[in-house]
T-cell receptor
Framework: ETGVTQTPRHLVMGMTNKKSLKCEQH?????MYWYKQSAKKPLELMFVYNFKEQTENNSVPSRFSPECPNSSHLFLHLHTLQPEDSALYLCASSQGLAGAQVAGELFFGEGSRLTVL | AQRVTQPEKLLSVFKGAPVELKCNYSYSGSPELFWYVQYSRQRLQLLLR??SRESIKGFTADLNKGETSFHLKKPFAQEEDSAMYYCALLLPSGGYQKVTFGTGTKLQVIP
């Protein structure tokens, strides 16, 4: 597969469950991102990893735990979530600014639709 | 605070009519602005960026620093233009693309 791939596409979980979202990119990028997309709200940047190092954590609750084992893979571990965490979680990747051919271009996955019961 | 505002949640136009999707920004520096588009059942993707001054699929967007606007325009709407459109602002960061998005405008082109 090419591009950015997210699994699972849909996830339903209870508040006491532990689950993980996975993102994989085959574009040779060095930065990966998690965004949250809720109804009627802007896309919210959650976490950024640049060369496997976390460079941004936008005051995200600790029930969301990111992991970036290498530049191609990004995980979002979920535990004891709340119903208000139900949303579409988008993964994206990009080149760093120094090496980017197009500044500002993020490449998105199709998203993981999360429902917390 | 750096912010992007899209005042319209939904814009409905007839096929062949002109389209203008509004975007205003709040940023103290020299902005780099973009439009992203999401067609039905497709992923979010870059449509155009102001710095390249290009026209993609007939769409153009001019940066107006005086009005702090970056409206997206097309002279004649097509049915295939129906989609969600997001205005976005690139913020300074430590070597990665820190992009902040507006809330989006759904464009509906009526046949």
């Amino acid at each position: 597969e090419t591009g950015v791939t997210q699994t699972p596409r849909h996830l339903v979980m209870g508040m006491t469950n532990k689950k993980s979202l996975k993102c994989e990119q085959h574009l040779g990028h060095n930065a990966m991102y998690w965004y949250k997309q809720s109804a009627k709200k802007p896309l919210e940047l959650m976490f950024v990893y640049n060369f496997k190092e976390q460079t941004e954590n936008n005051s995200v609750p600790s029930r969301f735990s990111p992991e970036c084992p290498n530049s191609s893979h990004l995980f979002l571990h979920l535990h004891t979530l709340q119903p208000e965490d139900s949303a579409l979680y988008l993964c994206a990747s990009s080149q760093g600014l120094a090496g980017a051919q197009v500044a500002g271009e993020l490449f998105f996955g199709e998203g993981s639709r999360l429902t917390v019961l | 605070a750096q912010r992007v505002t899209q005042p319209e949640k939904l814009l409905s136009v007839f096929k062949g009519a002109p389209v203008e999707l509004k975007c205003n920004y709040s940023y103290s520096g020299s902005p780099e602005l973009f439009w992203y588009v999401q067609y039905s059942r497709q992923r979010l993707q870059l449509l155009l960026r102001h710095i390249s001054r290009e026209s993609i699929k007939g769409f153009t967007a001019d940066l107006n620093k005086g009005e702090t606007s970056f409206h997206l325009k097309k002279p004649f709407a097509q049915e295939e233009d129906s989609a969600m459109y997001y205005c976005a602002l690139l913020l300074p960061s430590g070597g990665y693309q820190k992009v902040t998005f507006g809330t989006g405008t759904k464009l509906q082109v009526i046949p």
